[in-house]
């Protein structure tokens, strides 16, 4: 079950990592032209960095939740 576990932890580490990057890496190319825009709401590139944070948080809180979950298994060894 520890290992199990392990290599889910990983997938949500590297999942969180992979989210963190890809939402840096739209704002990054699209702030410029989201600088110059008119102010007329969100472009559709901000809303596209926004949900890729989203998803971020979301693998991220994956990631605690086992992290706790090993906690709580090895203290009842």
Not at 6 to 32: D, E
């Amino acid at each position: 079950m520890s290992i199990f576990l392990t290599i889910l932890l990983v997938a949500a580490m590297i999942a969180t990592v992979a989210m963190l990057v890809r939402g840096l890496v739209i704002f990054l190319m699209n702030a410029s032209n989201d600088v110059k825009g008119e102010g007329g709401g969100p472009s559709a590139s901000a809303l596209k960095s926004n949900k890729a944070m989203q998803y971020r948080i979301f693998f991220q809180a994956i990631a605690i939740t086992i992290v706790v979950l090993i906690l709580v298994l090895a203290g009842k060894h």
